[in-house]
């Protein structure tokens, strides 16, 4: 840990898979400790996850975070308060669907987060782990408005084909399994920390961000404490101000407990 901090963060962002999470999607009482501790002495607490707000439910009774952005950045809860929401309309929603399945073929996974709901094409052997919620559906007249879409693909040559197919739609690779994230262009964790600072009027390098991933970048890059998880790709290793300890090591608890150092700060477990 080589980073210098004079001044401590007024808010944290914090990825949950890969980085706040340990591998078996859990968040240890050690770190639900120093999040406490952080939140008691000014600093506002914030997961930033690409997971939809329905598969986070209980790392948010856990926590009590005071900021949740989900989705990618798609949504954004300040204090309990929406204050950003963003998706695809039915017909873009119905579009981006059918061109997975013409794309990828029609033995194609897909699954599809709404506001409250997480849907599922694939009927059998579930995780349990990751998804025990998700409501099946063969997405072939899908009534919902997605804020976004997740299709089983590692070519980024085909998910580009279904990007296109409606206007101002990314995708981005995940890079633990072989799947990519469809969403509006500007529903990013980069606009999402970008607006967090405007709405509670905290400086970006007043901010410090934990991440592991893609979708992470513009996140990192963005802040003034950017952090790469031990874990992280070299991507987001090479973009960060410093690294920490692994999720499976709690290496944002550890760094915020001894790089956090002033007097008012009491990182005891």
Known sequence: MNLTIST????????????????????????????KQCQQVGIFIGFCTSRGNTSISHHIQQVQPDIVVTNGGATIRCQ???IHHQGFSQTETQTLL????????????????????LFWNRGDDKSVMFHPQAIEHDFKDFPHCALKICVQT?????????AQTVPHCHAILFS??????????????????RRLSQELSIPLEHIMAF????????????????????????????????????????????YLEQVLTPSSFHFSV
């Open 211 to 254: 991440g592991d991933d893609f979708n992470d970048l513009g996140m990192i890059s963005t802040v003034g404490y950017g952090i790469a998880m031990g874990n992280a790709i070299p991507e987001i290793k090479a973009a960060a101000k410093d690294i920490t300890c692994t999720n499976n090591q709690d290496g944002v608890a550890r």
């Open 154 to 162: 590692d070519d980024k040559t085909l998910a580009a084909a279904i």
């Open 98 to 117: 059918d061109a997975a399945y013409k794309i990828i073929g029609p033995n194609c996974e897909i699954t599809v987060d709404t506001e409250n709901q």
């Open 176 to 193: 633990d399994v072989p799947w990519h994230s469809f969403a509006p262009s500007t529903a990013t964790k980069e606009a999402a920390t």
């Open 80 to 82: 309990g308060k929406i």
């Open 8 to 35: 401590p963060p007024r808010l944290v962002l914090i990825d949950l898979d890969g980085t706040l999470l340990k591998d078996d999607k859990t968040i240890s009482p050690y770190t639900t400790k120093i999040l």
